[in-house]
């Protein structure tokens, strides 16, 4: 009974075995015919005459260094641009003819104002000056007003031919104008 | 099982540095000869991201005119393949993401999914052929349904082309991750089947 049992069950699994196996093969074979190709003798030939001109590796470099170089330059340019001069003509030599036009005009030349060139002296810090209050006492006493020359009018024929003519001295009040006038300040 | 490619690394070959050395010169027949050996493998590539042959071609095209562009980036001659694979994959995923691409591709599943499996075992008897018609079907559907990172690697991988390195690598995924993803892609695929009725009886 029992090896009639077992007998069974291996043809069961020889059967559940070859039929997995089929499976297997039947998946492999469905798959692999999902990327099978057919033959096209003359893709090769499209794909050939479809080829674009090669190019280097580098072209796509060309604008980029175009452009650095561009601005190179002018960088270059600008930096150098303050520093260039025209060049300096030769300065006359010391020879005879030179020499003499030279101090010929020097010569003719008025003398110019003496520039200094030494450096100023460092000037002292000033003291600081109070202003001076007003001393309205001892103020100056107004001042009468000056007498008016008066000299009366007189055509030329008066004047006399022979004497000289005397004007009045002129009359002054007192006048405060020396120094003992002023008080002496606090 | 899927069959992946042979596991060696890439051996130097003399005549892939001569023509990429010519190419770089801007000999087209070099390229031309270049693009032939791989067209195959690199349309197989597009056509797993873009499910479309036509968009599949046009992005083998665009990748051929980038990879002719960059040619001076290539730094191993003999990683040509590695290198033009990666480019035409990641022209197919722009082809794949762009919206032209979604309306052309909704307006031609219904052909695209009636496209006939030839899946028929040689002694199958009619009822054989009518059920593996049946399950292709299921099974194209099914593969159709999976998220993209599980169907990515798992139709890379059924391509035959390229081994697991060169799926990762075509990927951006570690390594690892690529086998888990191709595993779980199988067994969802397996569990979808089971539900449909096409699955293991247990």
Redesign the interface.
Known sequence: MNSTHDLSADLSAEA?RA??DR??T?????????????D?GE??????S????????LRWLIPQLAAIGAIAIAALFWTTRSNTRPALAALPTLDGPNMVGLANAVAASEPGTALRTMPLERLERLERLEPLEGDHERALSPMEAVAALLVPSMSPVEIPATELLTIAPIAVSDLPMTAESFSQQK | ???LAAADEPRADPEVVHLVALART?D??A??EL??RH??AA??VA??AV?Q?SD??EA??EA??AA??????LHDANAFRGWFLRIVWRKAIDRRRSVRSWFDRFSSSTADDQRP???VAAEATPDQILI?RE??AA??QV?RSLPRKLRDP???A???DHRYEDIAAMLGAPLGTVKWRIAEA?RV??MK?DHMG?????
């Open positions: 559940r039929k997995v499976l297997d039947a998946i492999d074979h469905v798959a692999s015919r999902m990327v099978a190709v057919a096209d893709m090769t030939l499209r794909i050939v479809a080829l674009p001109e090669r190019t280097s590796r | 099982m899927l069959t801007g087209r027949a390229f031309g693009i032939e067209l195959t349309r197989r056509l797993a499910g042959p599949a071609d083998v095209q051929s005119v002719w562009r960059r040619l001076d980036g499996m030839e899946f593996s399950l292709a099974i194209a593969v798992f139709l890379l059924a391509s035959g199988r695929i397996r089947l096409h699955g293991d009886p247990r």
